[in-house]
């Protein structure tokens, strides 16, 4: 029930229609048999030259000086935020502890 049935070869292969060559064929037959001409190599590209002038390095350096100014200006001002957040968040708490200290001593 579960061998299982291999189907049987049309025609076995004889020595003449083998698909394996001797070795002495395989040395006399040339490496390729299309016959084709190869196909002609393309010219190279020229590649154009980036001139850089002292005014585009100038605007360059200047981008790249306001970027890194503005980058770090938010990022101060973002801990700036977070640095008044948490004080003010201390301040309640002793406002409310004092509160509630104060609401205890009264009874």
């Known amino acids: ?16 229609t083998s698909l394996v060559r001797p070795p002495a064929v395989l040395a006399r037959l040339p ?3 299309c016959h084709q001409t190869p196909a002609p190599t393309p010219a190279p590209v020229p590649r154009s030259t980036v001139q850089i002038t002292p005014g585009a390095l100038i605007a360059v350096v200047v981008g ?3 970027v890194v100014l503005v980058v770090g200006a938010v990022l101060v001002s973002m ?3 977070v ?3 948490g004080a003010s968040v201390a301040i309640c708490a002793v ?3 004092s509160l509630v200290n104060h609401a205890d001593k009264g009874r």
């Open 1 to 16: 029930m579960f061998s299982p049935k291999y189907p049987t070869p049309d025609i076995a292969p004889t020595p003449a």
């Open 79 to 81: 801990l700036l935020a």
């Open 31 to 33: 490496a390729c048999d």
């Open 64 to 66: 790249g000086t306001v």
């Open 95 to 97: 406002v409310l502890r």
């Open 83 to 85: 640095a008044i957040t």
